[in-house]
């Protein structure tokens, strides 16, 4: 039962759910991604892209945000991830993905919320330097922290993102 001062979703809202929902066949990154093709389409032009979650730390979130940053980097272009993090410990996870100093997991632990000290996150980041080992600089993923409770991304994330030409994962 809905509390007195809710009202019951519309059916325009419903339909409109219903016409533009994609089914995702695995939240696992690596599966195929015909289900996520659709996205292309709507993303078409889209440089930065926010995704967030209705909880923090739920694993199927995370897992499900790991393989929308793959599909996004791996067959849009997306470059840059920035997360809601400690500004001053990400240059360690920054420092690990893009040349592999220090360790994933020791970096991932200094990021300042207990959200990120998880095995899904440091697969991201792992999965991150993996990938920059195989593809020349200007096509390389790069880390970027927001400040805790920031409304946005920080101008210079703006700017990074803008003068690189490329596309963010906020």
Request: proline share 9%; no cysteine.
């Given at each position: 039962m809905l509390p007195a001062d809710r009202?019951?979703?519309s059916g325009e809202v419903t339909g409109w759910l219903a016409r533009n929902a994609i089914r995702l066949i695995s939240l696992t990154a690596g599966t195929s991604t015909s289900d996520l093709q659709p996205?292309?389409?709507?993303?078409d032009g889209v440089r930065v892209m926010g995704i967030g979650e209705s909880t923090h730390g739920t694993r199927e979130f995370c897992r499900l945000e790991h393989r929308l940053l793959k599909f996004l980097v791996t067959e849009?272009?997306?470059s840059v991830l920035a997360m809601e993090a400690s500004a001053s410990a990400a240059p360690a996870v920054d420092a690990h993905v893009l040349h592999?100093?220090?360790?994933?997991a020791e970096a991932v632990a200094e990021l300042g919320f207990w959200t990120w000290r998880t095995y899904e996150v440091l697969a991201?980041?792992?999965w991150m330097r993996a990938y920059d080992r195989g593809h020349p600089k200007p096509r390389r993923c790069a880390s970027w922290a927001l400040i805790p409770n920031s409304a946005?991304?920080?101008h210079g994330a703006r700017r990074c993102a803008a003068a690189r030409g490329t596309r963010s994962c906020a």
């Open positions: 009202k019951p979703v996205l292309k389409g709507v993303l849009l272009g997306f592999g100093v220090g360790d994933g991201v980041i792992e946005g991304l920080p």
